[in-house]
């Protein structure tokens, strides 16, 4: 549930965007809205490391949902979580 709540926020961006230009025609809305969403990674990291306690927050989040993937029997979508646990520890400057 989860990750299908975080799937529709980081494409909701990128479909708003898509949906305001296709007035100037589909190739530049649909280019545009690829762009958008391909940047919200590098925008998260970024405010992940801008502020530290963000990282701390997101990466107890993800450690939590991490463990609960797991539990599930879901390696590969907990693996995934885990990775993003330990990027947020590591954007925060604390030791691993």
């Known amino acids: 549930m989860l990750l299908a709540i975080l799937a529709i926020a980081a494409l909701a961006p990128g479909l ?3 949906w305001t230009l296709r ?20 925008v998260l990291l970024a ?11 997101v990466s107890a989040a993800s450690a939590v949902a991490a463990l ?3 539990d599930d029997g879901s390696l590969v979508v907990a693996t ?17």
Do not use: H, N, Q
């Open 16 to 18: 708003a965007t898509a």
């Open 23 to 42: 007035d100037r025609g589909w190739a530049i809305a649909v280019l545009a809205a690829v762009g958008i969403t391909a940047a919200l990674p590098l």
């Open 47 to 57: 405010s992940l490391l801008a502020f530290p306690p963000l990282g701390l927050i």
């Open 68 to 70: 609960r993937g797991y």
């Open 80 to 96: 995934a979580w885990a990775a993003m646990a330990v990027t947020a520890t590591a954007c925060t400057g604390w030791p691993l």
